[in-house]
């Protein structure tokens, strides 16, 4: 019986004017958007890698005199994304590479300011494609599949035999879903195809798992928007009663409430921008060496003060011997306190964000669309997830090369009483051809779904939810 | 001779809507193999509720329906089996063809493995043209359509038929021959219900005939007793009357 049903609904579907547009769509605009996606990931990686040789070149080329000048800016690049095809994500917001100097780390400018002025109508990526696309077909191809055979009466037709209830819906989901997934499917692997062709690394490392996920992901949440409009086609009564809600539902979903959820973590948590952050590094920092440099002004004055001439130089007087420690101690504690204000204005700013984006996310996943953009996005390596293990490297580098390149150098600069100043340095050999390259630890696959249990867990309720409310109507349905 | 049990019975049969309107009022009727009654009455009386309540679309608010003495309400998938409905208008996908239309109500009715030829067949039977077996129904007219609806209730091959209002729009010529199918369906003992509006026709081919007036069924008259009485007066008569109940 459930095949009979299932039989009738692809063949209604196929029959319907609907099924060649949704098949066209699909067959041109998921392989085009691929195509058009890989070519822009391909321009990217040349720059990169031109970006990566320079800034290599420039890193070589670094003498200690340099170093000793405060001149020395390293550049770390983010290699771009090879999944950035499916979906964009954070891709070109996230800036393209860092620079790391001896006060600590800014960000470089970010991949949009290559991009074409239609950018700010969105994106047309994979994920757009069946965020906008396909689960609006999706909800119209379910919206009249109930309520429309309710009004032409052949519900009726089919309830007088003996057909279960559930065994109706479970044949019209099944049926429905299948003449939509087929299409999707043969357009998935079209544009995999494209992607190969291209020499995408579609193969070798996680990638082919992640591809997998990406459409295993589709998949289901192409079935999410269907059930849910099965959901609201067996609360109408009449076909056009259900195509009205299910544009409220469309728009609420995948508008209002991903936006909304931006709006309200941004009005509740304000955070300040990375810019900001690193400005009100920079000024601590040098707030704390001049601060620094007068305190060794003052104990240098008081020591030398009255010492005969070539004390300061020689490191047997005993002026010397009572200085040196004094100068390592105040510099130690400078160290130590930069270093903890440091880590501290970092941590106030992770945890602002962290606050800000918990509630962004908790409140747009309330949307499975955002659910989905989410996941995907994180599996794309172009996400959240992307963006924490990035700043993770940046952090780490930055402490990498504190140890092998800035520590090399040890700056005495005072400030004296008198208002005159004076700098003294002290270097150790730096092999610039040893120095650490800038790399970002990829996140694993058990990573992106510890890191995506809500979303996962919004898709999943997203798709229960609906046909238990579409099973529960459906069998007390009077029909009349 | 022992008295054959009913295919269909309405056991004191009751159905009031949420609205509170009594639809049906304990209602009881018993149609035996091989015979046709006809439920006549104004709109809203009660005869789609009776038939709706016989496929178990409602469940009633008092009483019992029952097809081969199975209980509609406890077990509806099971009594399904043994009745085939037709409605006014019949209803199909107007993207099949008959012969798609006529093989998905056939699976659903329990025949499988039905070939082509035994559709068509049945198709011949009931007098449909050949050149529309394979052509899309969303171009029938009605007549056709109710001859491809009666096709579905012949090749189910249930016991008990269901027919609500099935002449109705029909031309005259359309209409005869719909009643000379039902014919051959009674004489191959099947129980049939029709409600209908349609005095004449229903005094031609119903073997007793019922009116039904706010949900009750005010007279009852077999064949015989028709012969010499004038039915249009009766029914007039009782629509003209006054009304039952204030509720």
């Known amino acids: ?44 990686v040349r720059d990169y890698s031109e970006q990566v040789r320079l800034a290599d070149e420039a890193a070589a080329a670094i003498k200690i005199q340099d170093v000793m000048a405060g001149t020395v800016a390293v550049k770390g690049f983010r290699r771009p994304a090879p999944l950035s095809v499916f979906t964009q994500g954070f891709e070109s917001t996230l800036p393209r590479y860092y620079e790391f100097t001896q006060d600590g780390f800014k960000p470089g400018e970010s991949a949009s300011d290559d991009e074409s002025i239609l950018s700010v109508q969105g994106k047309v990526d994979f994920v ?68 190969m062709l291209a020499a995408l690394p579609l193969f070798g490392g996680d990638a082919t798992a992640r591809v997998l996920i990406i459409f295993l992901a589709t998949s289901l949440f192409i079935l999410t928007y269907f059930t849910i409009g099965i959901a609201v086609s067996t609360s109408a009564a009449k076909a056009r009663t259900s195509l009205v809600a299910i544009f409220i539902v469309w728009v609420a979903f995948q508008l209002i409430i991903p936006k909304l959820g931006d709006m309200v973590a941004r009005l509740v948590y304000p955070v300040r921008t990375e810019t900001a952050v690193s400005l009100q590094k920079s000024l601590l920092v040098r707030s704390l060496d001049i601060e620094t440099a007068k305190e060794l002004g003052r104990q240098f004055d008081l020591i030398f003060g009255a010492a005969p001439k070539g004390a300061v130089d020689d490191e ?40 800000q984006t918990n509630l962004a996310v908790n409140l747009s996943l309330v949307s499975p669309s955002a659910a989905f953009a989410r996941f995907v996005a994180d599996v794309c390596g172009t996400g959240e997830l992307e963006r924490a293990k990035y700043i993770e ?29 004076s700098m003294s340095f002290s270097a150790m050999p730096v092999d610039a051809s040893k120095l650490p390259k800038f790399s970002i630890v990829p996140a694993s696959i058990a990573e992106t779904f510890k890191a995506n249990v809500r979303s996962l867990l919004s898709l999943l309720f997203w798709l229960i939810a609906p046909f238990a409310y579409a099973y529960v109507r459906f069998i007390k349905y009077d029909v009349r | 001779m022992a008295k054959q049990q009913p295919i269909l019975k309405a056991d004191d049969l009751s159905k009031r809507y ?41 469940p009633p608010t008092t009483g019992t329906c029952y097809v081969n003495g199975i209980d509609v309400t406890k077990d509806p998938l099971e009594a399904k089996k043994y009745v085939s409905f037709v409605s006014e208008n019949v209803m199909l996908y107007g993207n099949f063809t008959a012969r798609q239309n006529l093989d998905f109500f056939a699976k659903l009715g329990g025949k499988t ?28 007219s009605k007549g056709m359509r109710q001859k491809l609806g009666i096709s579905i209730a012949v090749i189910k091959d249930a016991p008990g038929i269901l027919l609500d209002e099935p002449t109705s729009g029909l031309d005259p010529k359309a209409a005869e021959e719909f009643l000379e199918i039902l014919n051959e369906l009674k004489k191959e003992g099947k129980a049939i219900l029709m409600s209908t509006h349609d005095i004449f026709r229903a005094k031609e081919i119903g073997d007793r005939v019922g009116i039904m007036k706010e949900g009750r069924l005010v007279m009852e008259r077999t064949r015989e007793e028709l012969q010499y009485e004038d039915l249009v007066k009766i029914y007039i008569d009782y629509m003209k009357s006054e009304p039952l109940t204030l509720s």
């Open chain 2, 18 to 58: 949420e609205d509170g309107v009594l639809a049906v009022d304990h209602l009881n009727l018993n149609i035996y193999p091989g015979e046709v009654y006809c439920l006549l009455g104004a709109n809203g009386a009660g005869k789609t509720t009776t038939i709706n309540l016989f496929l178990n679309f409602i």
């Open chain 2, 113 to 140: 493995n039905l070939a082509k030829n035994d559709y068509y067949q049945v198709m011949r039977r009931v007098s449909l043209q050949e050149k529309a077996f394979e052509q899309r129904v969303k171009n029938f």
């Open chain 1, 1 to 44: 019986m459930l095949k009979t049903i299932i039989k009738k609904e692809v063949l209604e579907t196929i029959f319907s004017y609907r099924f060649p547009l949704f098949a066209i769509i699909c067959l041109l605009l998921i392989p085009l958007g691929m195509t058009v996606n890989q070519a822009s990931y391909a321009k990217r």
């Open chain 1, 393 to 421: 490297a940046v952090r780490s580098h930055q402490k990498a090369l504190d140890n092998e390149l800035f520590s090399k150098v040890k700056r005495t600069l005072m400030m004296h009483e008198g208002g005159g100043m």
């Open chain 1, 128 to 195: 757009f494609l069946v965020q906008m696309v396909i689960s609006l077909i999706a909800l119209l191809f379910a919206s009249d599949m109930v309520s429309g055979e309710k009004e032409a009466g052949t519900l009726r037709a089919m309830l007088a035999n003996s057909l279960p209830r559930d065994t109706l819906l479970a044949g019209k989901i099944g049926g429905g879903y299948l003449a939509l997934w087929v299409p999707f499917l043969v357009a998935f692997l079209l544009g995999t195809v494209v992607l």
């Open chain 1, 316 to 355: 047997k007087s005993p002026e010397r011997k009572k200085w040196d420690p004094i100068r390592d101690d105040i510099q130690l504690r400078t160290r130590e306190r930069k270093g903890q204000q440091l880590a501290a204005i970092d941590e106030t700013y992770i945890q602002e964000r962290r606050r």
